[in-house]
T-cell receptor
Framework: QKEVEQNSGPLSVPEGAIASLNCTYS??????FFWYRQYSGKSPELIMF????GDKEDGRFTAQLNKASQYVSLLIRDSQPSDSATYLC??????????FGAGTRLAVHP | GAVVSQHPSRVICKSGTSVKIECRSL??????MFWYRQFPKKSLMLMAT?????????EQGVEKDKFLINHASLTLSTLTVTSAHPEDSSFYIC??????????????FGPGTRLTVT
């Protein structure tokens, strides 16, 4: 059973701080890794994807991948209240599918 | 780019009727589309995967005769919930995956359809 694990949170950070979201996965063969943001009552929105070990930066977001440790993380710099949402980690699971974690709820307080 | 639309956004129907939900990729060709459902405060549950021109592949436990999926073109997939019952009430979300331009195997989600069966 391929699994993706995330801490459900809530992760509470003050405005302007760095939010660090973590995810581990069980399938060593996974090649593609994604972070989605989901606001309450809305559908998921793709914010980052990463395929290679190391860091990938896009604006305030940095995705980090360590395949040896089967670990992927998302850093959000200068967190804003508008970043408050549930963040879903997804990992390629074969047959074009994605395996989603249960999500981490982030709360950014002023 | 990478926009996926879904229609309708909300639908209320009576028990026993059928409801059709459309999912369209607006600016890319979707070789594969996926249908998910999500209950409140729960994660996404993949229902089925559809490739253009072929039959959908359903996940274990999903009734293919109840949830009819058609992927007739590279930009359109439909989900029909047949003989709907109150327990089918949920948030149904499609996603699309393609290989044109900027879209390279990532899944992009539609805005979702909230179905309420009375």
């Amino acid at each position: 059973q391929k699994e993706v694990e995330q801490n459900s949170g809530p992760l509470s950070v003050p405005e302007g701080a760095i939010a660090s979201l973590n995810c581990t996965y069980s399938d060593r063969g996974s090649q593609s890794f994604f972070w989605y943001r989901q606001y309450s009552g809305k559908s998921p929105e793709l914010i980052m994807f990463i395929y290679s070990n190391g860091d990938k930066e896009d604006g305030r977001f940095t995705a980090q991948l360590n395949k040896a440790s089967q670990y992927v993380s998302l850093l959000i710099r200068d967190s804003q209240p508008s970043d408050s949402a549930t963040y879903l980690c997804a990992v390629s699971g074969g047959y074009n599918k994605l395996i989603f974690g249960a999500g981490t709820r982030l709360a950014v307080h002023p | 780019g990478a926009v996926v639309s879904q229609h309708p956004s909300r639908v209320i129907c009576k028990s026993g009727t059928s409801v059709k939900i459309e999912c369209r990729s607006l600016d890319f060709q979707a070789t594969t589309m996926f249908w998910y459902r999500q209950f409140p405060k729960k994660s996404l549950m993949l229902m089925a995967t559809s490739n253009e021109g072929s039959k959908a592949t359903y996940e274990q436990g999903v009734e293919k005769d109840k949830f009819l999926i058609n992927h007739a073109s590279l930009t359109l997939s439909t989900l029909t919930v047949t003989s709907a019952h109150p327990e089918d009430s949920s948030f149904y979300i499609c996603s699309a995956r393609g290989t044109s331009g900027r879209v390279n195997y990532e899944q992009y989600f539609g805005p979702g359809t909230r179905l309420t069966v009375t």
